[in-house]
């Protein structure tokens, strides 16, 4: 078999439910959730008044009136309660303690194929969702070759011995690998509120609407859009994976003390070399970034999957 999957203890889902769940969150999120169907995810973000990044998440539908976003783990708690002070006057309610659910990422060549011998016949486009027997897949490539499961464990207490028998055992650092080669920065504990959306390119990888009306920050964000343009931007690096690195290590350039970038993401790979998504300076960027320090090791900077044509 080439195609693998990982429980992903590392992410969470934070659950929404109640009449007024989607309408709530319309009003306090960067994605527009009049377009969310039972087989279709949107990806958003949820921001401070000033257009800080409290959390990403990826939004699904489990059920009648229940709702979830995928997140990291160690910022579910954080969003949960930043977003609690806004939906006290909602009829709906948010959950981060439901441990009911687990999340699995499946990815190859042949991962459809297995999936659908599981679950159901994947929707194929990306973000595509389809819901059966106590399983909610997504899809979140184009190609077919990536998918996140949303197990509810009560309806299917053995869906992780399911999964071992058609497909190949992997890790949840392979998964992460996977997400920063495909230029999706994510929100850790140690980044949050640090950026504005665009220096995460969610204005280029679908995370932001800019028709849907306002919603919390919504003013910041909508002004570097039509007046501006981010001083940072996300980007493709490489370093040595035996350098500890993690989420918002600041970046230097070998002449100033002064930071010019913050690294987001970073993953090891088996030959130990580390890919990572930092945010950084187009200066920055050009002078050489260093890790750390000025005196830091360099960064190989990559090539993401996306141009940058907003700049």
């Not at 910022?75 to 309610?93: D, N, Q």
């Not at 990422?105 to 659908?116: F, I, M, Q, V």
């Not at 959306?197 to 909508?222: R, W």
Request: aromatic share 8%; proline share 5%; with cysteine.
């Amino acid at each position: 078999m080439s195609s693998q999957f990982s429980l992903l203890p590392g992410e969470a889902l934070l659950h929404i439910s109640g009449p007024d769940s989607l309408t709530f969150l319309q009003g306090q999120t960067t994605c527009d959730t009049r377009q969310l169907r039972a087989g279709h995810a949107l990806p958003g973000a949820f921001c401070t008044p000033q257009g800080r990044v409290v959390c990403d998440f990826l939004l699904s539908q489990l059920g009648d009136e229940h709702f979830a976003l995928r997140m990291r783990r160690d910022i579910s708690s954080h969003a949960a309660a930043t977003l609690g002070k806004y939906i006290v006057f909602s009829h709906a309610a948010l959950d981060s303690a439901n441990e009911d659910w687990q999340i699995y990422g499946c990815w190859g060549p042949e991962a459809a194929e297995r999936l659908e011998a599981l679950v159901a016949q994947p929707r194929g486009a990306r973000f595509g969702v389809v819901a059966d027997k106590g399983v909610v897949l997504v899809q979140l490539d184009t190609d077919g070759e990536q998918f996140e499961c949303y197990v509810d464990t009560r309806a299917r207490p053995r869906f992780g011995e399911e999964l071992a028998s058609h497909l190949e055992a992997g890790s949840e650092s392979a998964w992460r690998r996977l997400q920063i080669l495909a230029g999706l920065g994510r929100i850790e504990a140690p980044t949050i509120e640090q950026f504005v959306p665009q220096m995460l390119n969610y204005d280029i990888t679908g995370h932001i609407s800019f028709n849907k009306g306002c919603y919390t920050g919504q003013e910041v964000v909508a002004r570097l859009h039509y007046r501006g343009r981010p001083k940072r931007r996300l980007y493709l690096a490489r370093f040595d994976g035996k350098i500890a690195a993690p989420a918002g290590t600041e970046l230097y350039t070998s002449d100033t003390d002064q930071s010019v970038g913050n690294l987001v993401n970073a993953a090891v790979a088996p030959d130990g070399a580390a890919v990572a998504l930092i945010v950084a300076t187009a200066a920055g960027l050009a002078s050489g970034l260093r890790l750390g320090t000025p005196e830091g090791p360099a960064l190989e900077i990559g090539e993401l999957p996306y141009a940058l044509e907003h700049d």
